[in-house]
């Protein structure tokens, strides 16, 4: 899991640094409202992959019900 949000953070470094400069803003009109739109965008999807990556929780390993320290198995009898 942490792989592919590890993975796809980079993607959204590699777009940025590639489209950041040949975004223009002083164009005015439907140039500026589209570079705006798609940065926020692609910082939309950065935060979330950072926030996904930072906020998983740890995986635990399970122990099966015969190894449980404690527990004993209980019979029932009809």
Not at 43 to 72: D, H, Q, V, W
Request: proline share 4%; glycine share 8%.
């Amino acid at each position: 899991m942490k792989q592919r949000l590890l993975l796809c953070l980079l993607l959204c470094g590699v777009l940025l640094y590639y489209a950041a400069p040949r975004l223009s803003f002083e164009q005015g009109g439907a140039q500026s409202a589209f570079a705006g739109t798609w940065l926020a965008f692609a910082f939309c999807a950065a935060a979330g992959n950072l926030t996904g990556m930072l906020y998983t929780p740890k995986k635990r390993k399970r122990i099966s019900k015969e190894k449980r320290p404690g527990k004993k198995r209980v019979h029932y009898y009809q």
